[in-house]
């Protein structure tokens, strides 16, 4: 699945992009802005048409030497599918996964009600402040933002979200953006997927999705979301 969505058309989502992210190390104490050569050196390899797949024997082979796969843009959403599959055949009838980022409820929700309100992290301010509540249920809310990870160096920020055809931080007006939907991982592989992406060619495109929501919070600190969450989403203060 994140082989071929890395080959769509348009797509900011790349399992091939390993390399850049080892050469920029944004989260880690080696963090730094890598030379342009080095980075046009990476560019060839970010290909994901290099990268054999074959599901019968369980393989993977890289046809170009240096090729790194790198699935932190998918690797939760992955997880928290499978940790919600385990309590369903273990006879679960409410249920929440939380990996930080990534929400996935199932069933009623213990409180009062019968949908789980889930908090929208605020992109301006610490963790643990919302923006907006979103009311599920049997789904998941995955957000990723220019927030999570940063590298600052001689006045400019790097955030951790890359284009892998540039070999730099993508550039756009988006401070963070959520997707709902049943599976995680499909939310994991949207988030990346359009970030690259302005806020209204977002909100159209995941209008076109059945199944799917979206929340796009720009940089500016305006608020949008898709047509299937109006009734559903309460925004609180910016």
Known sequence: MGKKHSLCENTYLNIAIGPLIKLWRIGFK???????????????LLKPENIQLDDEKKTVYFLKKGIEIDLGAIAKGYFAD???????????VSAMVDMGGNVLVLGDS???????KV???NPFLP??????????????????GIYERVFE????????????????????NIASLTIIADKSIDCDIYTTKLFGLDAASIIHKVNSIEGMGAV????????????NLIGRISPLTM
Do not use: C
């Open 216 to 227: 796009v919070i720009t940089i500016d600190g305006k608020l949008a979301y898709t047509k």
């Open 127 to 144: 963790r643990g402040n919302a923006v907006a509540l979103v009311k599920i249920k049997n789904q998941s809310v995955v957000t990723s």
């Open 153 to 172: 160096k001689d006045g400019s920020k790097y955030h951790h979200i890359f284009d892998s055809k540039t070999g730099y931080p993508i550039e756009s």
């Open 30 to 44: 080696e963090a730094h802005v890598p030379e342009k050569e080095a980075i046009a050196n990476v560019l060839e």
């Open 119 to 121: 908090g929208i992290q």
């Open 110 to 116: 213990p409180s009062n009600s019968d949908d789980w």
């Open 82 to 92: 499978k940790v919600m599959e385990f309590f369903k055949k273990n006879g679960a």
